[in-house]
């Protein structure tokens, strides 16, 4: 992940986690700034980013941790389209 990428990768994950869990309040109440810290000091301090793109952009991104994959997120509108395939190629 290039510092360019951060606020569509940010974005993958904010509108996917909203859509996957609209049982979770605070997911709800989640802001794309708020969002957009937390990725910052727990996601992208800790983790390898690679992201997945699209001649629509980024569409999604794995990170990982040492050898345990920790995310894997596909923005909604890519989902079942095949966009994550890529990410399971990835080395």
Same mark, same amino acid.
């Given at each position: 992940? *290039?510092? =360019?990428?951060? =606020? /569509? ?6 509108? $996917?986690?909203?859509?996957? @869990? ?10 794309f700034? =708020?969002?957009? *810290? ?5 996601? /992208? $301090? *800790?983790? !390898?980013?690679?992201?997945a793109?699209?001649?629509? +952009?980024?569409? +999604? @991104? ?7 994959? &920790?995310?894997? @997120? ?7 389209? &095949?966009?994550? !395939?890529?990410? $399971?190629?990835?080395?």
């Amino acid at each position: 992940m *290039t510092d =360019e990428d951060l =606020e /569509a990768v940010v974005r993958v994950w904010h509108s $996917s986690g909203q859509r996957a @869990y609209p049982f979770i309040d605070l997911w709800q109440r989640f802001t794309f700034d =708020e969002a957009r *810290t937390v990725f910052r000091t727990v996601v /992208a $301090s *800790t983790c !390898e980013v690679w992201v997945a793109a699209t001649a629509d +952009g980024v569409v +999604g @991104y794995l990170a990982i941790r040492a050898t345990y994959l &920790g995310r894997l @997120y596909v923005a909604p509108d890519h989902q079942r389209r &095949g966009s994550a !395939e890529p990410c $399971s190629r990835m080395p």
